[in-house]
């Protein structure tokens, strides 16, 4: 089988990651895509291709009709036009679950920042502020417990498990909100509304789909607490980032912690710089760990595919 892998450079870091689990099942092309053409070009003859946020359109679909695979390397997967793939007969595959553990821990790490301040403290220490003092103790920044404060779930999958799970370790209140009522739910399950008006912390982890675009606007804002936080590691089209940033400069919330942007590289993009609007580059999931089972993960997926017994279809 020819297997296109169209942007193997997302996932790897001076050769972190094992690929040796794709390249045994096939002919791999290790392609760099800036275009659509691009893709049509590289992956023309394929049965497969592999792809992490490559845009997989109708026209791409079109032009290449012996790709019958489409494996994404994300649990995500708006970036295939999935109403072309069921027309033309192609089977789309994602990976859910492999990045639970790296997402939880980024999301509580975005959490402590806010609350325990380790980085401004170290950067005081090395500006030389502690050194200063004629005190054995230095705490001009506030700091606050996590313990008793409220944390919102937006979404209960395996991500927002972990995610209460850990809340919970530390002896927050958890409230969850979520489309599909779990069984057995150890936490205080609650509707939209109220899980925005309660929330000390309200972390997102939906898909992003039509009805979840933009979640995070003017009207559900207001209903905020005006010492919120606000934490995205899921998809950037869940806010509005006009609206956050109003929000954030008004005063209308505390603060936001953002691990994805609406457009990804940013350009021009006001959230950033903002004191308090904390932003990574889209690396919840990144931990060498995680990327490399989501490659061995997505080589399970193509060879259950190839074996006819397809698995984690979308």
Avoid at 1 to 15: F, N, R, W
Avoid at 129 to 145: G, N
Avoid at 275 to 294: G, K, Q, S
């Amino acid at each position: 089988m020819d297997i296109a892998v169209l942007d193997k450079q997302t996932l790897t870091c001076e050769g972190d990651v094992d690929f040796s689990p794709i390249e045994k099942l096939g002919n791999v092309r290790w392609l760099r895509i800036r275009s659509e053409d691009d893709i049509i070009r590289g992956a023309r003859g394929c049965t497969a291709v592999l792809c992490n946020k490559i845009l997989i359109t109708r026209r791409v679909l079109e032009s290449l009709p012996e790709v019958k695979y489409v494996g994404v390397f994300a649990t995500g997967y708006n970036n295939v036009d999935l109403r072309a793939a069921r027309e033309l007969g192609v089977t789309v595959t994602n990976v859910p679950g492999y990045s639970g553990a790296a997402v939880a821990q980024h999301v509580m790490a975005l959490i402590l920042h806010f609350y325990s301040k380790a980085d401004v403290y170290d950067r005081a220490v090395r500006a030389g502020e502690w050194e200063a003092q004629d005190c054995f103790s230095y705490f001009p920044y506030p700091m606050h417990e996590v313990c008793g404060k409220t944390l919102g779930i937006f979404g209960f999958g395996d991500i927002g498990k972990r995610v209460a799970k850990a809340a919970a370790a530390l002896d927050m209140k958890v409230l969850v909100h979520t489309r599909t009522l779990p069984g057995n739910c150890p936490y205080e399950l609650v509707g939209k509304k109220e899980l925005f008006s309660r929330s000390d912390v309200l972390t997102l982890h939906c898909p992003l789909t039509e009805q979840t675009e933009k979640l995070i606007n003017k009207d559900t804002l207001a209903l905020m607490k005006s010492g919120a936080i606000l934490i995205n590691t899921a998809r950037g089209g869940l806010v509005d980032e006009d609206a956050l940033y109003d929000a954030l400069t008004s005063g209308r919330i505390k603060a936001a912690a953002l691990d994805v942007l609406g457009q990804e590289p940013p350009r021009a993009n006001r959230l950033i710089g903002l004191d308090n609007c904390v932003i990574t580059p889209h690396v919840a999931w990144a931990p060498a760990e995680t990327r490399n089972r989501l490659v061995s993960l997505a080589a399970k997926n193509l060879t259950a595919y190839m074996c006819g017994m397809p698995i984690n279809t979308i």
